[in-house]
């Protein structure tokens, strides 16, 4: 029997529709309001001032909806995996059923906007489950849905869900959403644009100044003078002080897309335990494609990351029926000190220049919650969900625990790479593999393309000097430190770096 295999190329199948493209910026300009960022929070922040008749410019260092919104599982849900319970331990009742409500009024806004435009963007309502095979977890469950029960969530429990899987125990929360993103997000470029908003692509920005206002300034030199910044660049490109490198930690995780023999029973679902399978469908272009998502672990760690997708790959095999498998991708997310996304004023004394990240995945809600609330504070309109995403917070528990944990996961990881003295021979380099070995006396990536080109870098991170490590699954880069991606000739994919690593000139190599 023919193995079904994975696609050669990671590659989103939200992609493959057709997104505007812009122009990089080449002079320096002046607005009220300077968005950085092109994906889903940076896009509605826009769209939101836009309406209000604010003059916004967006920029990106790369295409738009390019990042992290390029490549979700596009759920619209207030489930949030098992949180419910755990917020109401660490935050109390209150707080916790402001995050819920939160995320519902994001839902509700999006469902809106889309009714209100006609937008035809594969929008579908949807119960959303957590299971479990594990009798670990069942009380976990228990727990979770007595935490529904205190925020009145319309939910349900339930010991068998429509797909089948082998599972013990499961909760439903009803009337959740899902849709392709992108087909959602173009059309609310085109109202930007209708809306007088400025979008610039390939404009890399790279710090702020303060003369009266601030000023952005950007890789090829030029500013951008404006009232107010809101950095939606997935990790804050601008930190000030705010250490949101260590207060924040990288997970990476995959998704592959197939056809299958079955007929999909609707719903979206998610496991609670690990590793974790998260399972939804979208219409395709011919057929239904099942999305089969999860194999998250901190950036640039563990093991090889085409592992990963082979892990996700036959667990799809073993309960689809897998006719093709079409896509395969990846994403990467940043998970905060307390799983809360840091939205707001970037430090306390800096309350024109704001953040927003920290979304842990669920970034179609919580994207949307930021631009809602940032477009209100700009716009000096009360919101009744700020307080709980304020980046200044701090809950001593479990905040010091974790961020404890967090700085010595990475001084472990700075030290292993540093006394890694790999020395593998460029003689045995194949197509399209990397090694690590050392020219004139520096740990150096050689990676051979197809055309057997080799291209040779400085593994040090420029970030904050850790080491990174091969990406076999997407060929890149990665620090496992603070998650720094860097593409195989060195330039930078993902922050906090903001330089690429330094070429490494082969023809010098130490006989």
């Known amino acids: 029997m023919r193995e079904i295999q994975l696609p050669s190329n990671p590659e989103p199948y939200w992609r493959e529709e057709e997104i505007p493209t812009f122009e990089p910026l080449k002079t320096s300009i002046k607005t009220e309001v300077a968005i950085v960022g092109g994906g ?12 209000q008749n604010v003059q916004v410019v967006l920029i990106d260092s790369d295409e738009i909806l390019n990042g992290t919104t ?4 596009a759920k619209i849900t207030a489930q949030h995996g098992l949180i419910y319970d755990e917020f109401i331990t660490h935050m109390g009742e209150e707080k916790t059923a402001i995050y819920y409500q939160a995320a519902m009024r994001a839902k509700e806004f999006i469902e809106k906007t889309i009714s209100e435009h006609q937008m035809d963007c594969d929008y579908e309502s949807q119960d959303a489950y957590v299971y479990t095979n594990d009798d670990h977890y069942i009380m976990q469950l228990e727990n979770e849905m007595k935490a529904y029960e205190k925020l009145s969530i319309d939910s349900e429990y339930l010991t068998e869900i429509p797909l089948k899987l082998p599972l013990k125990a499961a909760i439903k929360m009803k009337n959740q959403a899902q849709f392709h993103p992108l087909k959602y997000l173009k059309e609310l470029v085109k109202l930007c644009k209708e809306n007088g908003v400025t979008f610039y692509e390939n404009t890399p920005a790279i710090d702020i100044e303060y003369n009266k206002h601030p000023n952005i300034l950007t890789k090829d030199g030029h500013r951008i003078t404006c009232n107010h910044v809101i950095i939606a660049s997935h990790f804050p490109f601008y930190d000030k002080q705010g250490f949101y490198f260590a207060r924040m930690y990288p997970k990476r995780s995959y998704v592959v897309a197939a056809t299958s023999k079955l ?9 609670a335990e690990s590793p974790t399978r998260s399972i939804r469908t979208t219409p395709g272009k011919d057929e239904p494609l099942w999305l089969i998502g999860g194999e998250g672990h901190k950036t640039g760690q563990g093991e090889s990351v085409m592992h990963h997708y082979e892990k996700l790959k036959k667990f799809s095999s073993e309960h ?9 991708w990846s994403a990467q997310d940043l998970t905060t000190m307390d799983k809360v996304p840091y ?5 306390k004394g800096e309350s024109n220049v704001y953040v927003a990240t920290g979304y842990r995945k669920w970034g179609m809600t919580n994207g949307t919650v930021a631009a809602m609330i940032l477009a209100d504070e700009i716009t000096n309109i009360p919101n009744d969900y700020a307080e709980i995403y304020v980046p200044s917070r701090f809950q001593p528990d479990p905040s010091v625990r974790k961020f404890i944990s967090m700085n010595a996961d990475v001084a472990k990881h700075m030290i292993k790479g540093k006394l890694d003295f790999s020395d593998n021979k460029l003689d045995e380099i194949k197509v399209d593999e990397a090694i690590v070995t050392r020219i004139n006396g520096k740990r150096t990536g050689v990676y051979k393309d197809k055309q057997d080109t080799l291209h040779a870098v400085d593994t040090t991170c420029t970030h904050l000097g850790c080491e990174v490590e091969w990406n076999s699954g997407d060929r890149s880069w990665d620090c496992p430190c ?10 930078v994919l993902e922050g906090p770096a903001k330089k ?3 070429k490494v000139d082969m023809k010098t190599k130490n006989g």
């Open 343 to 347: 939205i707001g004023p970037i430090t």
């Open 500 to 502: 690429p690593l330094a």
């Open 70 to 73: 390029g490549h979700t599982t």
């Open 320 to 328: 689809f029926d897998v006719k093709e498998f079409v896509y395969r």
């Open 482 to 491: 603070h998650g720094s991606r860097f593409s195989y000739k060195g330039d």
């Open 40 to 51: 889903i929070t940076g896009i509605t922040a826009a769209y939101l001032l836009s309406k």
């Open 263 to 271: 007929e999909y029973p609707g719903g979206m679902y998610i496991n």
